[in-house]
């Protein structure tokens, strides 16, 4: 009647497919130890590594546990949450959708796998509604089902796994100052230029025939943003530098991951992802911005 939950970190929007791709990294995640009590209802009894509440209606994960009860429909259930924190909040990096995600995932498990993966994904997206705002699913699709995934709509909600390239590695920066998802959503135009849109849907296309034919070519081509990062660029200290870096050192393209900071760069290979750290290091050591860097298969 006790479990431990990985749920792992996820890098969203992957460039072009804003609110819509989202790939899951080996590391860093959050872990989440969730047992049945006698006590019908929702405890979180501890957080590590992070200042977040305790309150079960303000916390991501109480909020992913209550709608997964309600929908249980068992009045008896309760269940109790300690909660490891080791992605840090407003990263960029899904750290609410990892905890979220876990907390729909580790019930499942406790109650006998009720639910399938997309009801758990609706779960954990309201998790995402209490941390940003908006219920988007490009990180929690990730972290529960694994892999590039793609959310082909949100009403209603139709999610797919997409092919993953063995071969391809992330290689992600994390400038520790703090970028609130709500507040990267808040700044963005809500019209796109037609020319913009264009550009945008034939990348999201080739993206995933990219990674459908392993056309390295193809992906590297695709990873272009024409209309959430030239808004959000001004939020992460030194982006284009980064970039054009990155790029030079082998990384097949990237972008900011999610809502910022945190910055990706894809590349072919885990030899090519360290020399991408090599240079991230190189951008970023003058600043005097602490960062930490992570480099990771996708699965
Ligand atoms: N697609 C979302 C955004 C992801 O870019 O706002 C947030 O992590």
Redesign the pocket.
């Known amino acids: 009647d006790c479990i431990k939950i990985f749920a792992p970190a996820t890098v969203?929007?992957v460039a072009c497919g804003?609110?819509v791709i989202g790939l899951a990294i080996d590391a860093p995640g959050d872990e989440i130890i969730l047992r049945k009590t006698d006590t019908p209802g929702i405890v979180i009894k501890a957080i590590h590594g992070a200042d977040l509440p305790l309150d079960p209606l303000l916390n991501v994960c109480g909020v992913a546990a209550q709608h997964f009860l309600k929908k249980l429909d068992q009045p008896d259930a309760g269940v109790e949450m300690e909660i490891f924190k080791n992605i840090a909040p407003g990263s960029?990096i899904?750290s609410s959708a990892a905890s979220s995600a876990g907390a729909a995932v580790g019930l499942n498990e406790l109650f006998g796998r009720p639910f399938d993966n997309k009801q758990l994904i609706r779960f954990a997206m309201e998790g995402e509604r209490l941390a940003?705002g908006a219920a988007?699913a490009?990180?929690v699709a990730p972290a529960i089902m694994g892999g590039f995934t793609l959310v082909r709509s949100y009403q209603p909600l139709d999610i797919t796994a997409l092919h993953t390239p063995a071969a391809l590695w992330v290689t992600v920066i994390h400038p520790q100052i703090e970028v609130k998802?709500s507040d990267?959503?808040a700044i963005l135009k809500q019209k796109v230029l037609m020319t913009d849109a264009i550009k945008q849907w034939g990348n999201v296309a080739a993206l995933v025939a990219g990674l459908y034919q392993e056309d390295y070519g193809l992906i590297s081509r695709s990873l272009e943003d024409v209309i959430?990062e030239p808004v959000r660029a001004i939020l992460i200290p030194a982006f284009h530098e980064l970039k054009i870096k990155c790029k030079e050192a082998g990384a097949l393209g990237g972008g900011i991951s999610?809502?910022g900071p945190s910055v990706f760069m894809l590349s072919r290979g885990e030899i090519i992802a360290r020399q991408v750290r090599d240079v991230m290091n190189e951008v970023y050591a003058p600043l005097g911005v602490d960062y930490n860097i992570y480099v990771s298969p996708i699965s």
């Open positions: 969203a929007n804003f609110d960029g899904g940003s988007h490009d990180n998802t990267a959503r959430v999610g809502s």
